[in-house]
């Protein structure tokens, strides 16, 4: 960890913004094997109704973690780390694709070490991860 990291209660991590490109859904379908077409072909994912190629959950996931990984120094010092997903991130084929803004708080000191950070996750204004939090090991 960093020794410059503020861990009190009611710290704000630094804002993230990541954008999505189906670049990256054809890149995270070749690491994690998953190929459904709805995160690659428009018309599977408008078929089954869905607006458009959608975005993995776990990669939106993995693209929330970050916040914390990035503000604690150290990936590892997440012991934790879980969500609901609420909504796709919907990811179009023009070139810029989606944007994902990501914001997080230090909720509760766990007193063991460990503090609880609430992480909110958007695409166009709307939250696309529900519950989700990371325990993150600070001391």
């Not at 916040?67 to 909504?87: L, Q, T």
């Amino acid at each position: 960890m960093s020794a410059n990291v503020v861990t009190e209660v009611g710290t704000e991590l630094p804002a993230l913004s990541v954008r999505l490109t189906r670049a990256d859904l054809v890149r995270y379908a070749g690491a994690s094997l998953d190929f459904n077409p709805i995160h690659w072909n428009e018309k599977t994912a408008k078929d089954v109704g869905l607006p458009d190629v959608i975005a993995h959950g776990m990669l939106t996931m993995a693209v929330a973690s970050r916040i914390v990984a990035e503000w604690v120094g150290d990936p590892g010092a997440i012991v934790e780390y879980g969500c609901r997903f609420g909504r796709p991130v919907v990811v179009p084929d023009d070139g810029e694709g989606a944007l994902v803004e990501v914001t997080a708080k230090v909720t509760k000191d766990l007193g063991d070490g460990t503090v609880k950070v609430n992480i909110s996750a958007a695409f166009d204004g709307k939250s696309v991860l529900t519950g989700a939090f990371a325990r993150v090991r600070v001391g």
